[in-house]
């Protein structure tokens, strides 16, 4: 089982090389929430982005940790939206924005691609530069060392 250490490690790591690569200009704040009612529905939120207050939220109650930072690349997007102006006038995120309003779908679309897309690409550089000779613990030490091999490739 993961902890909110883990996620939050996880962030602040992945953080500055979002920033570089979607050229966001202004900070975001970060919230992680836990909600065991949301948690029970197979469809709840994952995450969420509140463009006047600059805010992402993501829900974190049995998730994976990388699930977790894929909510929150998608969310940065959105962020980098909102920092080049496409939020300007006032978008409404109603039920069914994205299939409704053209340009929010594109925004959707855009949030999808360079969010996942981001996540694999430091993923794939997370996994095969520094830390590729050891995984540190939960605690963000060495208190549960794990050995290249002994870790889920996943």
């Known amino acids: 089982?993961?902890?909110?250490?883990?996620?939050?490690?996880?962030?602040?790591?992945?953080?500055?090389?979002a920033k570089q690569r979607m050229g966001f200009d202004q900070p975001c704040k970060v919230f992680l929430r836990e909600n065991k009612e949301n948690y029970a529905n197979p469809l709840g939120k994952t995450a969420y982005y509140d463009p006047q207050g600059m805010e992402i939220h993501l829900y974190s109650t049995g998730r994976h940790p990388k699930d977790v930072l894929r909510s929150f690349s998608h969310e940065l997007v959105h962020h980098t939206q909102n920092c080049r102006g496409d939020f300007a006038g006032g978008i409404q995120t109603d039920e069914g924005y994205a299939q409704s309003d053209k340009h929010l779908r594109e925004m959707e679309k855009e949030a999808y691609l360079e969010g996942n897309?981001?996540?694999?690409?430091?993923?794939?550089?997370?996994?095969?530069?520094?830390h590729d000779d050891e995984w540190l613990g939960p605690a963000g030490d060495h208190s549960a060392h794990y050995s290249k091999g002994d870790r889920d490739p996943s």
């Open 1 to 17: 089982m993961h902890d909110k250490n883990t996620i939050h490690s996880l962030i602040r790591e992945f953080y500055p090389y």
């Open 117 to 130: 897309m981001a996540m694999r690409d430091w993923t794939d550089s997370y996994s095969s530069k520094e």
